[in-house]
């Protein structure tokens, strides 16, 4: 699986759109970008995936280059409840019993 | 209902002892795994299995021992439990032949004194 790298930590207001990066510049074509995050003391929660379009849902949207060697987790209205640490995953389909490999994450801090 | 339950959430015994998580998924999936989150918060898969099968084992210890009773449960013993094995334990599962998302239970934190 390709690497990612994030930042290790970022603030943003209550009520602001938090935009967070990731770069994975060696990715390959068959593999997707997932975001996933971990609010303190719980189990890691999916968020959204994608593989070369932009995607939303009800939690985020995800904007991914073109040339998909960075993508951009936007949380539209960011809220207190949003801190939490903030992984990005890069992997082949998620067929298979292979599990996802988590990095360090970046700890969104929401300031009131 | 809680879609994937493990149990107990803490766990604090001496060096030396046997224990054992339990997990259960009611979500109908056919994989399930188990992760380890350490003190350095670094969360690391440790078993993988699809329908009772084992599919990964990462270079974990023998003294860990997965178990799969049916395709719903997946428990972990620990045997000789060591200071090192203090950490929080995740179960989670998914669809083998889905898109990729896991779900997680809440945590298992054992502490090994």
């Known amino acids: 699986d390709a690497k990612t790298t994030q930042p290790t930590s970022m603030d943003c207001a209550e009520g602001r759109a938090a935009n967070l990066p990731c770069n994975h510049s060696?990715?390959?074509?068959?593999?997707?970008v997932y975001w996933y995050r971990q609010i303190h003391s719980q189990g890691p929660q999916y968020i959204i995936h994608?593989?070369?379009n932009n995607e939303t849902n009800e939690m985020a949207s995800l904007i991914i280059t073109e040339d998909r060697k960075s993508s951009t987790l936007i949380l539209p209205h960011a809220t207190l409840r949003d801190t939490a640490v903030y992984y990005c995953?890069?992997?082949?389909?998620?067929?298979?019993?292979?599990?996802?490999?988590f990095g360090k994450g970046t700890h969104l801090i929401i300031q009131p | 209902d809680t879609a994937v339950s493990q149990t107990p959430k803490y766990l604090v015994t001496q060096m030396g002892n046997d224990k054992s998580i339990k997990c259960e998924q009611n979500l109908g999936h056919d994989t399930m795994y188990w992760y380890k989150q350490d003190s350095k918060k670094f969360l690391k898969i440790m078993f993988s299995y699809n329908n009772k099968e084992l599919i990964i084992n990462e270079t974990v210890p023998n003294r860990f021992s997965p178990k799969s009773p049916d395709k719903a449960h997946l428990n972990l013993h620990i045997n000789s439990l060591e200071l090192g094995d203090s950490a929080v334990y995740f179960c989670?599962?998914?669809?083998?032949?889905?898109?990729?998302?896991?779900?997680f239970g809440e945590g298992s934190r054992l502490t090994v004194l």
């Open positions: 060696t990715i390959s074509g068959n593999e997707y």
């Open positions: 994608g593989l070369k």
């Open positions: 989670a599962s998914k669809w083998r032949g889905g898109p990729g998302e896991l779900f």
């Open positions: 995953i890069v992997r082949v389909s998620g067929g298979g019993a292979d599990g996802l490999t």
